[in-house]
């Protein structure tokens, strides 16, 4: 049994089909990021996890429980954190986790000592007293993600969870995501940043217009376009014999150069890197810098779909 279990999901809206026959199953102890770009129909998936909409098709199961007929035991085992911030201005951080911690039935000791918990995990102690209406949209962002930890959930259900918020204010976002992961937990989350997909998704799905194009870790995608990857060696002196050299390891036997620089392109850039320098080295070059380019999930999105994920 999977924590998350998607099958032919469909839901409609109108003429819309907002989600369109999809299936797939999160693993626990996995982060499963679903990337797309706006429209794609994540904010629909996940409201039909969370038990908040029903499917015109196919079924979801959250644990092996139905989400259209078990919504309060599941509700119990996901913290969720909605794309749109859900808290109440006029009162303060503590006062708003008091209030998600009634919501969850959390006896009251256990509330006490996990709102200070909660508060000081996303680095709002300090600030805890004061009505959210001063907070910034970081700091908003960061005390809905404390709410959504409350009461020890099994799953995190998180929709965009970093859009709109400073580097530094991401990075301790995904600080707390992969904690809760390695705790053995579960995550679902969606994003429409490739680089967050990247750098914290055990496996991506990419959604384009109701539907997953693709579906495996960001690594195996990315090797769908294995030809886009490159080594690039930046040299205080190239020689003419290294150029020669270097060519024929390259998959295209040719390589880039301009000045001082070349540009390497091969199928497998880590196993071929120390080769490549070697031969530089042999050669007569001197390196200063070896760098390895890899193509991204969104040059991965770019040649599924043709487009990019903002959508031109
Ligand atoms: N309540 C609704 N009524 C009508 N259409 C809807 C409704 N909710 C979503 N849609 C439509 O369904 C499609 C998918 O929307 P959804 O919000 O799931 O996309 P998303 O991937 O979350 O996008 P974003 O990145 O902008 O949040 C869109 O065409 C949207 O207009
Ligand atoms: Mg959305």
């Known amino acids: ?29 996995e982060i499963f990021s679903l990337l797309g770009p706006n429209g794609a129909g994540k904010t629909t998936l996940v409201n039909i996890i969370t038990c908040q909409l029903n499917p015109d098709g196919g079924t979801c199961k959250v644990f092996g429980m139905d989400v259209t007929k078990k919504q309060k035991e599941i509700k119990r085992l996901i913290g969720f954190c909605p794309q749109e911030i859900v808290l109440y201005d006029f009162l303060s951080a503590r006062e708003n986790l008091k209030f998600f911690a009634d919501l969850y039935n959390l ?6 000592t996990r709102i200070e918990e909660m508060l000081s995990l996303v680095g709002l102690s300090s600030r805890a007293d004061d009505k959210i209406r001063t ?17 020890d959930p099994q799953i995190l259900i998180l929709d965009e969870p970093t859009t709109g918020l400073d580097p530094s204010s991401r990075r301790a976002i995904w600080d707390l995501i992969t904690t809760f992961k390695e705790e053995g937990k579960t995550v679902l989350m969606s994003t429409h940043y490739m680089d967050e997909a990247e750098s914290l998704s055990n496996r991506v799905a990419i959604m384009d217009q109701g539907k997953i194009i693709a579906l495996d870790t960001p690594k195996k995608l990315k090797k769908m376009l294995e030809e886009k990857s490159a080594i690039q060696l930046e040299c205080r002196k190239l020689t003419k014999k290294a150029v020669e050299e270097l060519s024929k390891i390259s998959t295209t036997h040719k390589v880039a150069v301009k000045e001082n620089l070349i540009r390497i392109v091969v199928k497998d850039v880590d196993e071929t890197l120390p080769k ?22 969104e040059d991965v999105f770019i040649k599924l779909t043709g487009k990019t994920l903002e959508g031109e």
């Open 1 to 29: 049994m999977y924590p998350i279990e998607v099958q032919n999901v469909t839901k409609r809206f109108g003429e819309i089909v907002a989600v369109n026959n999809v299936s797939f199953n999160v693993r626990k102890g």
């Open 107 to 112: 006896p009251s000791k256990e509330a006490k």
């Open 135 to 151: 907070y910034s949209g970081g700091m908003k962002r960061r005390l809905n993600i404390a709410a959504a930890f409350l009461h």
């Open 276 to 297: 490549a320098i070697e031969i530089a080295l042999k050669n007569g070059a001197w390196i200063e810098k070896a760098i390895v380019l890899e193509p991204t999930l």
